[in-house]
């Protein structure tokens, strides 16, 4: 490698690793992708529905992740650079558009939005680091587990039913395990994990970002919802305790994540660095504020009455969903248990039970309380209590 020159395109030592306003406008597209897929959920909160919008939802995310390591890789000032990441931002309109038929007649769209992405990052990238073949295999790598996964995304899109959620669940699940062991490819081995150049601060960033991005989708659905209203007594109250409960997720997430990223952390972040788990644990977190939001679309609709099982389900599992994603992210970071995270899923699980008893508000007022408790622990008691001893390796 020392040998060969450098790619022109590939980000240089000296650069800014600070995110640019071109990924920052790249991340607006995941409003309305993630606003749709809330909607899809809030529409059919049934478990076949939820799990076919999961596999949506990690293929949107699995482009995200891609186009993260892409601008951190490479230099996102050079046009052909940019231009890539807009034509991924146009691909990723197309799949949303199409999340809520992707699973009845709009599945060739989404594959069609999906595959334009993978085919327009790798036209420019493989060619572009031609003069340095260890550069290049990188991307050489990803494109044929591209070619792996693909058969199985266009046969989901000929066919219907549980056999597209199958193919699609295989390929997507594909998709991401294969980064997590350097995408293997005959000849070329596997990108080993530890030698990317990934700069710690600039994807601690991105994963801010994205965070923010799906507050901001929660933002826009509690607004949507009191807009539509009426101003009723009951659904603007609910819409209230909707709004506290994403102050207490930015709150959550920027009191104890954003210590773990911070480039002072010198241990930390380069954990970031030689490692994809980081972007896995934003998944789930992110996936929780999804969830969160479809339970407002609901609960703001209608927030008294009986609480069907599948809305107690939606309450108590966003919440949930984003407590996981942090004590996850945290071991990931620290190697140890965040105990105040684990105590609060055991009271979200406790508590399950007897919600359907509650009317869909009250239930997610206590969702909040259990939120609201676990900040005020994390904020007052000793960092050596909350996180417990180190876990060994495996």
């Not at 995941?30 to 799990?51: C, E, H, K, M, Q």
């Not at 969903?321 to 699980?349: E, H, K």
Request: aromatic content about 10%; charged content about 10%.
């Amino acid at each position: 490698m020392t040998s060969s020159p450098l790619p022109r395109i590939l980000r240089k030592g000296d650069e800014p690793e600070y995110p640019t306003f071109l990924e920052l406008f790249f991340d607006l597209v995941y409003i309305f992708l993630l606003a749709r897929i809330a909607g899809a959920l809030a529409a059919d909160p049934s478990v076949r529905n939820a799990v076919m919008l999961s596999v949506l939802l990690a293929a949107a995310w699995w482009v995200w992740v891609l186009t993260a390591w892409l601008t951190d890789l490479f230099n996102p000032q050079m046009p052909i650079i940019q231009a890539t990441v807009l034509a991924v931002m146009f691909g990723t309109l197309v799949m949303a558009i199409s999340v809520p038929r992707a699973f009845g007649s709009a599945g060739w769209i989404f594959v069609a939005g999906y595959f334009g992405i993978h085919l327009a990052r790798d036209l420019v990238l493989i060619p572009g680091t031609r003069v340095n073949r260890y550069i290049q295999a990188r991307s050489v790598r990803v494109f044929f587990w591209f070619g792996v996964t693909g058969p199985f995304w266009v046969a989901g899109a000929l066919v219907d039913g549980t056999a597209r959620l199958v193919l699609w669940a295989v390929a997507v699940a594909v998709d991401l395990g294969s980064a997590r062991v350097g995408w293997p490819t005959p000849r070329l081995g596997r990108t080993e994990l530890a030698s990317q150049i990934f700069t710690g601060t600039h994807l601690s960033e991105r994963h801010r970002e994205i965070f923010i991005i799906a507050l901001g989708e929660l933002i826009l659905t509690t607004g949507l919802e009191l807009s539509l209203s009426g101003f009723e007594a009951g659904r603007v109250v609910a819409s209230a305790v909707a709004f506290l409960n994403a102050v207490l997720l930015f709150q959550l997430y920027f009191h104890r994540v954003r210590q773990l990223l911070a480039p002072a952390n010198v241990a930390l972040v380069e954990r970031v660095r030689s490692g994809t788990s980081t972007s896995y644990t934003h998944l789930v977190m992110v996936a929780g504020v999804v969830v969160i939001s479809a339970s407002d679309i609901l609960v703001i609709g209608r927030p008294f009455g009986e609480a069907p099982t599948s809305w107690v389900v939606l309450i108590l599992g966003g919440p949930a969903l984003f407590l996981l994603g942090g004590f996850l992210f945290d071991l990931v970071m620290t190697g140890r248990l965040l105990r105040s995270r684990a105590v609060a899923l055991v009271v979200l699980g406790a508590i399950g039970p007897v919600m359907p008893l509650l009317s869909p508000l009250m239930i997610m007022i206590l969702a909040n309380l259990v939120l609201l408790l676990t900040l005020l622990v994390e904020t007052l008691v000793r960092t050596t209590w909350l996180s417990g001893p180190p876990v060994p390796a495996p």
